[in-house]
């Protein structure tokens, strides 16, 4: 393996990161399906097994965890038991806690029913508007203190209502006085109220949503991720899936293709790729170095079930099979 990823994966140790965003409860309630309901047309899923895991921006704090570095996550939950499972899966993990606001909003859910390895339904609980003026003054006090001792910001945006304009341009005042990087992965609603970041990283739909227009080729594709960086003033890394990646930075086009061996469940491949390449620019890699590290940790998070989470020792083992 090259000595300088090895260098870069080594320094992601204890780097702390400020995570803030829509933190969600991730319910699996797996079972298997042996015949049709007579009351309806649809499988009877006889449960076998129950589990909750930290999801949303809490599952790329997780990714930050694994990797190395020093999560600190600030979002809302409720004053429900959905609230009170997330709170003690934190707990569990070691994870701070004193970022979580508690509301009278529910906490976010996302219940997934899985037979035979296949996800059935999904069921989402959750209230999209915004947080209201109590609230967002809550989250830049709290933001405000946690950036005393961190190395970087990171916005998980998933237009649940946790992040306004107004939280955007205030913790990015406050990170810019204190000479923190901010790191993005963005959702439609503000969009393009993330300019003058350190990295932007939308996936292909959300660019073409945000756009307002379908890219039906590669150039147009390609002329999107330009616009977008001209717009937003900032480095943009965006994810293409099966595709791989593109940075669009100061050098130009930097083209990155997808390492993934066997794609087995994409869910949670977005929080890896943030977590990554934000370590790894705290931890001194170049933005280059840093984006082709996510795309590895992508490509050995997807061969996984679920959210899942990465390793150094992953990435370096897949490193040193590409003889990277």
């Known amino acids: 393996m090259n000595l300088r ?15 803030i965003g829509d933190v969600m409860l991730d319910e699996y309630l797996i079972g298997e399906v042996e ?18 895991r930290i999801g949303g921006a809490g599952n790329v704090a997780n990714n930050v965890l694994s990797l190395g570095g020093i999560p600190f996550l600030l979002g809302i939950i409720g004053d429900d038991r959905e609230g009170e499972i997330f709170y003690s899966l934190l707990v569990e ?73 107004g939280i955007i341009e205030r913790v990015k005042e406050l990170a810019k006085k204190k000479g923190i990087l901010i790191t993005v992965d963005p959702k439609i609603r503000n969009f393009f109220n993330y300019t003058s970041v350190s990295l932007f990283k939308p996936n292909e739909k959300e660019i073409q949503l945000a756009f307002g227009r379908k890219a039906e080729t590669e150039e147009e594709i390609m002329e999107l991720g330009r616009q977008l960086r001209e717009r937003i ?8 899936g099966k595709h791989g990646m593109v940075l669009f930075d100061n050098d130009g086009e930097y083209v990155i ?17 943030i977590a990554t390449v934000t370590l790894a620019m705290v931890a001194g890699a170049s933005l280059r170095e840093a984006s082709y590290l996510s795309s590895i940790a992508a490509g050995i998070e997807v061969g996984k079930f679920g959210a899942a989470t990465v390793t150094p020792e992953e990435i370096e083992e897949e490193l040193n099979g590409e003889g990277g």
Request: glycine share 6%.
């Open 5 to 19: 990823y090895k260098e870069i994966l080594g320094n992601f140790q204890g780097k702390r990161i400020l995570i």
């Open 93 to 165: 993990k070691g994870l701070d806690t004193s970022g979580l606001i508690k509301t009278e909003r529910p906490t976010i859910t996302k219940t997934r029913v899985i037979a035979h390895s296949q996800q059935l339904v999904r069921i989402d609980k959750e209230i999209r508007d915004p947080v209201d003026k109590e609230t967002e003054d809550e989250m830049v006090k709290r933001a405000e203190r946690l950036m005393e001792n961190v190395d970087a910001v990171l916005f998980e945006d998933y237009d649940k209502g946790t992040i306004t304009p």
């Open 35 to 52: 015949r049709i309901s007579p009351e309806a047309p649809v499988p009877v899923v006889e449960l076998k097994d129950h589990v909750w």
């Open 257 to 273: 293709p997808s390492h993934a061996r066997e794609v087995y469940d994409v869910t949670g491949a977005g929080d890896t790729v």
């Open 233 to 240: 003033k900032s480095p943009v890394l965006l994810t293409r």
